[in-house]
């Protein structure tokens, strides 16, 4: 039990473009998704807390604007990054919890390189 | 808001070892203590976790431990193996963190056939 998963899996796109990556919990529903973003070598860095039906809540430092994210149920995150710059290539990772225990089951990441 | 030291950033065992690697954390309030596996371009995986009513936890060859006076948590490996080599997280959430991880800087686990 416990399955997220991301799409797409790896993307690369020209600079300017928008990407959408989706996170979604396969087998239970997630009160609570969270997206991060790992730098190479790094540490994982929260973005933003998403609970379904609510606006998401930034971290200090994270462009709401740029960084798009839509909760629509309880079973699906979607984070979209807008007009995408070479500083935006990195590896996303979304996670989906049961705020009840406060696990994290973490998707398997999407690697985004901006050309 | 909760800050999560780790050590050490690399470990390197033969097969066969023990590996230790150990977390500390700054909020009292702290009460869920999870530990993840990350292999090269995967997304992190739960291995292990604790909570604060309880002092140790143990699954096969993994264990954690909590000391709460000292804030401290530690991941016990026994006999690794090549496939145990990852990048080892622990977290912890704060009693007032709304379910946020705080991650350590990670450990860089490297298990010598």
């Known amino acids: 039990g416990a399955v997220v998963s991301q799409h797409p899996s790896r993307v690369i796109c020209k600079s300017g473009t928008s990407v959408k990556i989706e996170c979604r919990s396969l087998?239970?529903?997630?009160?609570?998704m969270f997206w991060y973003r790992q730098f190479p070598k790094k540490s994982l860095m929260l973005m933003a807390t998403?609970?379904?039906?609510?606006?998401?809540?930034?971290e200090q430092g994270v462009e709401k604007d740029k960084f798009l994210i839509n909760h629509a149920s309880l079973t699906l995150s979607t984070l979209t990054v807008t007009s995408a710059h070479p500083e935006d290539s990195s590896f996303y990772i979304c996670?989906?919890?049961?705020?009840?225990?406060?696990?994290?089951?973490f998707g398997p990441g999407t690697r985004l390189t901006v050309l | 808001g909760e800050n999560v030291e780790q050590h050490p950033s690399t470990l390197s065992v033969q097969e066969g070892d023990s590996a230790v690697i150990k977390c500390t954390y700054s909020?009292?309030?702290?009460?869920?203590f999870p530990w993840y596996k990350q292999e090269l371009g995967k997304g992190p995986q739960l291995i292990i976790d604790?909570?604060?009513?309880?002092g140790e936890k143990k699954d096969q060859r993994i264990a954690v431990t909590l000391n709460k006076t000292a804030k401290h948590f530690s991941l016990h490996i026994t006999e690794t193996q090549p496939e145990d080599s990852a990048v080892y997280f622990c977290?912890?959430?704060?009693?007032?963190?709304?379910?946020?991880?705080?991650f350590g800087q990670g450990t860089i686990l490297t298990v010598h056939p």
């Open positions: 996670s989906a919890s049961l705020r009840s225990n406060n696990e994290q089951f």
């Open positions: 998403s609970n379904e039906g609510s606006k998401a809540t930034y």
């Open positions: 087998d239970f529903q997630a009160t609570t």
């Open positions: 604790i909570r604060s009513n309880v």
């Open positions: 909020d009292s309030a702290s009460n869920y």
């Open positions: 977290a912890a959430v704060g009693g007032t963190s709304y379910g946020k991880l705080t």
